[in-house]
T-cell receptor, first 117, second 112 residues
């Protein structure tokens, strides 16, 4: 159990366009999902916390109008990168939170490689 | 601000050697998780430790949570090339919200 999918796995878009990334928990319900960004050979950088039925909580320095998050159901969260620029090129990873015994655990999707030309 | 200092950041060893990765903080964590990530993929959860002093084993991997729940270690015995990857520790702040604080990661290369 605890499988999380992401779609698309990679995408190339032109500067100025918008791109939507989907994150789905396939075999459990997740009231909370997280969106991360990762640069090559670096750790994960949390962008925002996505809560089902309410507004996302963004980390300091992350533009909420640029990175739109919608948590439409208990199994789906989407991240839309609006007016993408080359500096938005990165590896975006989502995770879904599940309670496992005494602790919350996060299960990660396979990631989406975004390249903005 | 809670921080997790992970060391070493890079490790290149020969097959059969042992190694230890450390995660240290001045803050208390309600739980700590270890992940392994391969290039181009998402991190995979290896273990969650919750109790101070807890030790968990996963085949050749041994995970330990410090008594004060401020630090953790991952020990690999007789490393194999298949252990190659990025190892990440991540702690849930003492508020137990599920929001994780990640260490910088340890890139491990095991040469055959």
């Amino acid at each position: 159990g605890a499988v999380v999918s992401q779609h698309p796995s990679w995408v190339i878009c032109k500067s100025g366009t918008s791109v939507k990334i989907e994150c789905r928990s396939l075999d459990f319900q997740a009231t909370t999902m997280f969106w991360y960004r990762q640069f090559p050979k670096q750790s994960l950088m949390l962008m925002a916390t996505s809560n089902e039925g309410s507004k996302a909580t963004y980390e300091q320095g992350v533009e909420k109008d640029k990175f739109l998050i919608n948590h439409a159901s208990l199994t789906l969260s989407t991240l839309t990168v609006t007016s993408a620029h080359p500096e938005d090129s990165s590896f975006y990873i989502c995770s879904a939170q599940r309670r496992g015994g005494l602790a919350y655990e996060q299960y990660f999707g396979p990631g989406t490689r975004l390249t903005v030309t | 601000t809670q921080l997790l200092e992970q060391s070493p950041q890079f490790l290149s060893i020969q097959e059969g050697e042992n190694l230890t990765v450390y995660c240290n903080s001045s803050s208390v964590f309600s739980s700590l998780q270890w992940y392994r990530q391969e290039p181009g993929e998402g991190p995979v959860l290896l273990v969650t430790v919750v109790t101070g002093g807890e030790v968990k084993k996963l085949k050749r991997l041994t995970f330990q949570f410090g008594d004060a729940r401020k630090d953790s270690s991952l020990h690999i015995t007789a490393a194999q090339p298949g252990d190659t990857g990025l190892y990440l520790c991540a702690g849930d702040g003492s508020s137990n919200t599920g929001k994780l604080i990640f260490g910088q990661g340890t890139t491990l290369q095991v040469k055959p």
